[in-house]
């Protein structure tokens, strides 16, 4: 079991960053190709951004694309978010999760566990 535990979140104004923090216990990250979802009031759940397990492979939704930074440190059990430029738009539940699938996993039933999301809130 991989248990997931987001931070960062907040209440933020248009335009400003957030960092956003995912960290890992009962198992190492190392094994896992690690990604970010959010869910805003009334959608369903998007993918944002994965990163394969050696750091090595990024992927981007086209929404985050270019203002969006995924990374990780394997030392450290932890995977971050880094989200520039902030929209209104980007208001959502944040989660992280875990995967044992190679590829770009952009789709939920790719991952095997998840946190419990933080709350990101941008204010126009």
């Known amino acids: 079991q991989v248990q997931l535990v987001e931070s960062g979140g907040g209440l933020v104004q248009a335009g400003g960053s957030l960092r956003l923090s995912c960290e890992a216990s009962g198992r190492t990250l190392r094994n896992y190709a690690m990604g970010w979802f959010r869910r805003a009031p009334g959608k369903e759940r998007e993918f944002v951004a994965a990163?394969?397990?050696?750091?090595?492979?990024?992927y981007y939704a086209d929404s985050v694309k270019g203002r969006s930074t995924i990374s990780r440190d394997n030392a450290k059990n932890i995977v971050y978010l880094q989200v520039n430029s902030l929209k209104f738009e980007d208001t959502a539940v944040y989660y992280c999760a875990a995967s044992t699938k190679l590829g770009e996993n952009r789709s939920p039933k790719a991952y095997d566990y998840w946190g419990q999301g933080t709350q990101v809130t941008v204010s126009s």
């Open positions: 990163i394969s397990v050696t750091g090595i492979n990024t």
